[in-house]
């Protein structure tokens, strides 16, 4: 069976802190105001705020990236062809300079995703806090005006035999990343001992990303 590479994210584990979206942030040398992973506080009116009343209070967070579906519904909309499905199963945006198939800034992808937000698009040329210095791994892709982008799994790092940034740096290990279709893997393990659930059941698209309750 072909390996469906996915990741299984332990909500009682995550402790909230964004050390995933930072990483994800400088691994991919994201321009500013750009973030392919969030940390969304759940309930709460504003971030990092309980719902509830006093005494009874609670507090929960859930991260939120591309999922990386097995039946993505940004994958035939894209009048280019510049989303792709890799053959491990990870969605791909082309924006390699010179493609045929790179992307033209429709932005039919983002609104055919169910997952708001897990796309953003480059309205303004790319700026940076660092000036002078790309920062980021080895074969990042580029940012430029009037481009969608997204997490890409760190496609870049796999390529390498490495895990997602977000995966290497969560100080509570809450992230696990494997193969789906591998019954011994950790990803599979996790998912057979634990009740798990994806976002958006409903639309249909087979999320890759599953979240441990």
């Known amino acids: 069976m072909a390996k469906r590479l996915g990741m299984v994210i332990d909500t009682k584990r995550c ?30 009116a504003n971030p990092n705020t309980p719902t509830g009343v006093y005494p009874h209070l609670t507090i929960e967070t859930i991260t939120l990236a591309c999922q990386h579906c097995e039946k993505p519904a940004c994958l035939d909309v894209c009048p280019v062809g510049a989303i792709s499905k ?21 932005r039919a992808c983002i609104a055919a995703c169910p997952y708001t937000g897990v796309r953003v698009f480059n309205f ?34 796999l390529a390498g035999g490495l895990e997602p940034a977000c995966v290497e740096v969560c100080p509570s290990r809450a ?27 409903e639309e249909g698209t087979e999320p890759s990303v599953h979240f441990l309750d």
């Open 86 to 106: 890799s053959a491990d199963g990870v969605i791909l945006q082309d924006n390699t300079p010179g493609s045929p198939t790179r992307c033209i800034g429709a």
């Open 175 to 201: 992230r696990t990343f494997g193969d789906l279709n591998d019954p011994t893997s950790e990803v599979s393990r996790l998912l057979a001992a634990r009740h798990s659930f994806t976002l958006l059941p």
């Open 15 to 44: 402790i909230g802190c964004t050390t995933c979206a930072v990483a994800c942030k400088g691994e991919n040398n994201l321009p500013d105001k750009t973030w392919y992973n969030r940390v969304l506080t759940v309930g709460g």
């Open 124 to 157: 303004d040329e790319p700026t940076y806090q660092v000036q002078g210095f790309v920062l980021g791994g080895e074969g990042v892709p580029e940012h430029t005006l009037n481009k969608v982008e997204k997490c890409q799994f760190c496609a870049h790092r």
